[in-house]
């Protein structure tokens, strides 16, 4: 779906104000306004700075089988990239300030922060209209428990889309080449060019990113329309599974039966046997994360997770904190610590999860239920 231009996005802008499809923001001095849901054609985290309009991530499809599903959606050869496990931001340039957007289109307080520790933002001298689009990853950010398993320690940054203020495509792959070699922008790992030749070559790949517990990859053809899919590998669902086993009455039910069929189909297609070792993985993501929140309520009457992230600035670790408590919708936020460690501020807080507490609380006490 293609968006409307920047005059149309501004003319909608108080209508969508109105009927509450679109919120006014404030990052410290920074008034902005971003939009909430995909609504006539603009598309959900479309940001907007005064008259600047930056336009929504859109979504990209998934496809559960590979050969298939190339030849179904791609007309031209294609690159392929791999597909990082993080949360997607935008980075762009307002009032000569870089800043960094949220997939919802939030100022994210804490990329924002950190953008001098994880990247160059001297392309924004050259390039002040750009926007850079990116994977914040690695297990010390305040959003995500799963994390590649070659960032070990803090986050990076990986650079996987280039686009531009007021414009809704994306740069073509070697303009995006181009401008992140010259500026040394750190990028999402390579894999090459394709085409529908190539799906033996591909599957190689996939096989070897899933022996290495990688997401996958991402597909952009070579053409006008500038088509894309994705592609993950199997075991990253039983990562996804392990993440989410404490928290299993936040999420619907088809979050982990979406998984579950995901790494079945993946298996059957690349002739991987349902081995004694895949089962055992499989019921470990799921029963010690359910035994870790039944080991928490026994100990503190609560079920949490503990995210920890660092910050250059303290007042950015607490507007975080309040964007979290405004955000998390029943999921409370509560701080754990705030503390100088060396260059930076160390913030450590507890998402605790109602649901799941409440449930123990009342089984534990007695509670008949029927089923």
Known sequence: MTAPPPQTVLDQL?????????????????????????????????????RQVVYGYPHIGRVLALEAGLKAHFRAPFWAEEKINGFNVRIVQIEGTPIALSRG????????????????????EEHPEIVVCAEVAGPDNPYLESFPPFVRHDVRLFVFDLMQKDHNRFLPCRDKTEITDRHTLPTVPQY??????????????????????????????????????????????????????????????EYFTNRLLRLILFAEENGLPVTPEMERMLGEALLQGLHGAFDKFSRERKVYTTFRCRFREKDNAEILLDHLRRASHGIKIQKRR???????????????????????????AGKMIYD
Not at 105 to 124: E, H, I, K, Q, W
């Open 14 to 50: 108080p209508e969508a104000l109105d009927k509450k499809k679109a919120r006014q923001r404030r990052f410290k001095g920074l008034a902005y306004c971003h939009f909430i849901d995909d609504w006539r054609h603009i598309p959900r985290g479309t940001a907007v700075f005064g």
């Open 105 to 124: 289109g939030f100022v994210c307080p804490f990329a924002t922060d950190r953008l001098p520790d994880l990247m160059p933002l001297s392309v924004f």
């Open 192 to 253: 090459g060019y394709f085409t529908l030749e190539n799906v033996a070559e591909i599957r190689a790949i996939m096989l070897r990113l899933n022996e290495q517990w990688r997401e996958g990859l991402v597909f952009k053809e070579d053409s006008d329309r500038n088509h894309r899919a994705k592609y993950v590998t199997g075991n990253v669902n039983i990562d996804d599974l392990r993440a989410a086993a404490d928290n299993l009455l936040e999420l619907p039910a």
């Open 338 to 364: 705030l503390e100088r460690d060396g260059a930076h501020w160390l913030l450590e807080f507890d998402r605790i999860y109602p649901a799941l507490t409440g449930m123990l609380g009342d089984l534990m």
